[in-house]
C-alpha cells in the first residue's frame, strides 16, 4: 500500500508570496492532518480534515489555510509569506476520526524556504 | 494550552544499554498517546502506541503509561547505533486524531 505522498518536496519563495502544499492519503485514509516542523518550536498541528470538514485548528495565524476534497486528498495554502514560515512541513493520515487507536502517519514533508 | 514536555537531551548510552525516554502531559483528559523516532532529515515514523496504564511490549521497545502521574516512557533494551534518533512523544487530541508533540529527545547510541 503506497504511504503519505507530498508535493512538492522542496521549495524556495520570496517574503510576500503564498505557497500552495498538496498532500494524498494513504488509500482508505479520510483523516489529513497538517504539522509545522521548525528547529525552534518542534511539530505544531496546525490543522485536521476529515470529509472536507475542517475538525481541529492549531493557534497558527490565518495566512495558514487548508482544505479537503472529495477525494481525501489535502492542500494547505499560506498568504503573505514571511521568513518566519521557513519550515518543514509535514502531513499525516489516518483512516478516521473519533477512535482513541486510530494513528497517523506521515508523508515525507515539504521543506519551504522563505528567502 | 495543552502540552507534551520531554527532555531535549541528548541522552547518550552505550551500545547494548537501555535507553529510558520519558515524557509528561498536562491533559489529564487524554486518552491515547504515541512514540515517534525521527532520523535526522527524514519524517516521523510510528514506533509503538499505549492507551491503558501499564507496559506495552513490542521488540527491544516498551512504552508504559501512568495516567495518575501523567507520565509516559519508552524503554528501549539493547540500544543499537540505529536506535541514534530523535523520540518524539505525542498525545491525541480528545476530539478527532490531531497529535501535540513534545519537542522530542535526541538520543546517540555510541558503538
Known amino acids: 500500500k503506497a504511504g503519505v505522498t507530498q508535493t512538492p518536496r522542496y521549495l524556495i519563495k520570496t517574503r510576500g508570496q503564498q505557497v500552495t502544499l498538496s498532500c494524498s492519503p494513504i488509500?482508505?485514509?479520510?483523516?489529513v492532518s497538517w504539522y509545522q516542523q521548525t528547529p525552534g518550536q518542534g511539530l505544531q498541528f496546525l490543522f485536521e480534515?476529515?470529509?472536507?470538514?475542517?475538525?481541529n485548528k492549531g493557534n497558527f495565524p490565518g495566512r495558514f489555510s487548508g482544505r479537503q476534497f472529495s477525494n481525501s486528498r489535502s492542500e494547505m495554502n499560506v498568504s503573505t509569506l514571511e521568513l518566519g514560515d521557513s519550515a518543514l512541513y509535514l502531513c499525516?493520515?489516518?483512516?478516521?476520526?473519533?477512535?482513541?487507536?486510530?494513528?497517523?502517519?506521515f508523508g515525507p514533508g515539504t521543506r519551504l524556504t522563505v528567502l | 494550552q495543552k502540552e507534551v514536555e520531554q527532555n531535549s537531551g541528548p541522552l547518550s548510552v552505550p551500545e547494548g544499554a537501555i535507553a529510558s525516554l520519558n515524557c509528561t502531559y498536562s491533559?489529564?483528559?487524554?486518552?491515547?498517546f504515541f512514540w515517534y523516532r525521527q532520523y535526522s532529515g527524514k519524517s516521523p515514523e510510528l514506533i509503538m502506541s499505549?492507551?491503558?496504564?501499564g507496559d506495552k511490549e513490542d521488540g527491544r521497545f516498551t512504552a508504559q503509561l501512568n495516567k495518575a502521574s501523567q507520565y509516559v516512557s519508552l524503554l528501549i533494551r539493547d540500544s543499537q547505533p540505529s536506535d541514534s534518533a530523535t523520540y518524539l512523544c505525542?498525545?491525541?487530541?480528545?476530539?478527532?486524531?490531531?497529535?501535540?508533540f513534545g519537542k522530542g529527545t535526541t538520543l546517540s547510541v555510541s558503538s
Open positions: 499525516a493520515s489516518s483512516r478516521q476520526v473519533d477512535d482513541l487507536t486510530d494513528t497517523q502517519y
Open positions: 488509500s482508505g485514509h479520510r483523516s
Open positions: 480534515y476529515f470529509s472536507e470538514t475542517q475538525r
Open positions: 491533559d489529564r483528559g487524554s486518552q491515547s
Open positions: 499505549i492507551y491503558s496504564n
Open positions: 505525542a498525545v491525541k487530541l480528545q476530539a478527532g486524531t490531531a497529535l501535540i
